[in-house]
């Protein structure tokens, strides 16, 4: 397994490192984004949108469950799963529709999405480190090998 891990001194380095990431993305993606409440992961999606190309805020899609983004021809979906309490809600917003051959990915809290969501291509793991944050990513496919490559 190929794996990055790097201390990120505050929100700028966060935004930095998504923007870094998102510079070697390409559709299809999906990256799981894990770690506790206000650790970074929003952040580092708002880097990698913001990259990516968007030009406006990047929000939270806590009550949405998601947010899309339409960027140059790709499909980005930012998703924020801590509101699921049953898989089946899933379902319902037919969230296998979003996975698709030109779609990128994001997704926190990937744990409450069941087996209902694609495998990750990256695992990423955001913990604190008193004031700063540890960011850890891992390449879980051939084609996160070589996005993380470009890390190192």
Same mark, same amino acid.
Do not use: W
């Given at each position: 397994m190929t794996q990055f891990v790097t201390l990120l001194e505050d929100e700028a380095a966060t935004v930095a490192l998504g923007k870094q990431l998102a510079g070697a993305m390409t559709p299809p993606l999906t990256v799981y984004l894990n770690g506790d409440l206000g650790?970074?992961? +929003? +952040? =580092? $999606?708002? &880097?990698?949108?913001?990259? /990516?190309g968007h030009q406006?805020?990047?929000? $939270?899609? +806590?009550?949405? /469950?998601?947010?899309?983004?339409?960027?140059? &021809?790709?499909?980005? =979906?930012? =998703? *924020?799963?801590?509101?699921?309490? *049953?898989?089946?809600? /899933?379902?319902?917003? &037919?969230?296998? *529709?979003? =996975? +698709?051959?030109?779609?990128?990915? /994001?997704?926190e809290w990937p744990e409450n999405g069941c087996g209902l969501i694609a495998e990750a291509d990256l695992q990423i793991y955001i913990s604190y480190k008193g004031e700063q944050r540890q960011i850890s990513i891992e390449a879980t496919t051939e084609l996160g090998q070589k996005l993380v490559s470009k890390l190192k």
């Open positions: 650790a970074g992961k +929003t +952040t =580092f $999606s708002r &880097g990698v949108i913001q990259h /990516l406006g805020a990047v929000k $939270s899609p +806590t009550y949405a /469950l998601v947010e899309p983004y339409e960027i140059k &021809g790709i499909d980005v =979906f930012h =998703f *924020d799963l801590y509101r699921v309490a *049953d898989p089946e809600e /899933l379902e319902f917003m &037919g969230i296998r *529709d979003y =996975f +698709t051959p030109n779609s990128i990915c /994001l997704v």
